[in-house]
T-cell receptor, first 112, second 114 residues
C-alpha cells in the first residue's frame, strides 16, 4: 500500500518570503510520480509541479521547486517570493499507476 | 476549453435518501476518476473509468455506491441509501491517458447527509 504524509496541517508565510511544505511518502514501487496540487478557496484543484522518481534533478516551475530525496522518501515544496495568490490548500500526491494517493493537505496562509 | 464540471456543487440530503452526482470530463479525455475527501481527511480514490469501462473500482467503499459512465462521456455516482459517513466532498478528475498523465480536477460536490 502507498501512503503520503503531510505533517504540517497549517503554515503561514509573509508576502515575498520563502516557505517550504513537507511531504513524506512510502511505496514499494520503483517507478512512480510525485505531485503537488493546489486548491485555492472555492476553486478547483490544479497541478503545481510534478516529479518523476527516476529523475535525479529536482523539478522547478517558476517560483515553485521541489526537494526530492528518494532514499529518504521525502518530497518537499518550496515557494519563493510568496504572493497573496499562493494562499491555498496544498496536497502532496503519489502515483505508480493511474490512481493518486494524497496526503491530508497543508493550509498555507500568506500574510501581507 | 471547458474544464471538468460537476453538478450539483452542494447537496444536502437525509439519511436513507438517494443522491446522484454528475461529472462532465474535459472533452476527449477517456480517463475519468472519482475521489472523495471526508471530514478534512486525505482525498481518497474511489474508481477509475477508461471510456465506459471500470478500470479500477477498488476504492469504492461499499455496494451503496454505484458509478456509471454511459457512452464514455459524463459519469454519475449514485449513493443509495445515503449514510451519515458518506458526507464529504466528491471530486471528479479526467485525463488524456492513464498512469502518469496530469489529472484535471473538477470543483467538487459537497455532500451533507443529515
Amino acid at each position: 500500500a502507498q501512503t503520503v504524509t503531510q505533517s504540517q496541517p497549517e503554515m503561514s508565510v509573509q508576502e515575498a518570503e520563502t516557505v517550504t511544505l513537507s511531504c513524506t511518502y512510502d511505496t514499494s514501487e520503483s517507478d512512480y510520480y510525485l505531485f503537488w496540487y493546489k486548491q485555492p478557496p472555492s476553486r478547483q484543484m490544479i497541478l503545481v509541479i510534478r516529479q518523476e522518481a527516476y529523475k535525479q534533478q529536482n523539478a522547478t516551475e517558476n517560483r515553485f521547486s521541489v526537494n526530492f530525496q528518494k532514499a529518504a522518501k521525502s518530497f518537499s515544496l518550496k515557494i519563493s517570493d510568496s504572493q497573496l495568490g499562493d494562499a491555498a490548500m496544498y496536497f502532496c500526491a503519489l502515483t505508480s499507476g493511474s490512481r493518486l494517493t494524497f496526503g491530508e493537505g497543508t493550509q498555507l496562509t500568506v500574510n501581507p | 476549453e471547458a474544464g471538468v464540471t460537476q453538478f450539483p456543487s452542494h447537496s444536502v440530503i437525509e439519511k436513507g435518501q438517494t443522491v446522484t452526482l454528475r461529472c462532465d470530463p474535459i472533452s476527449g479525455h477517456d480517463n475519468l476518476y472519482w475521489y472523495r475527501r471526508v471530514m478534512g481527511k486525505e482525498i481518497k480514490f474511489l474508481l477509475h473509468f477508461v471510456k465506459e469501462s471500470k478500470q479500477d473500482e477498488s476504492g469504492m467503499p461499499n455496494n451503496r455506491f454505484l458509478a456509471e459512465r454511459t457512452g464514455g462521456t459524463y459519469s454519475t455516482l449514485k449513493v443509495q441509501p445515503a449514510e451519515l459517513e458518506d458526507s464529504g466532498v466528491y471530486f471528479c478528475a479526467s485525463s488524456q491517458g492513464g498512469q502518469y498523465y496530469e489529472q484535471y480536477f473538477g470543483p467538487g460536490t459537497r455532500l451533507t447527509v443529515t
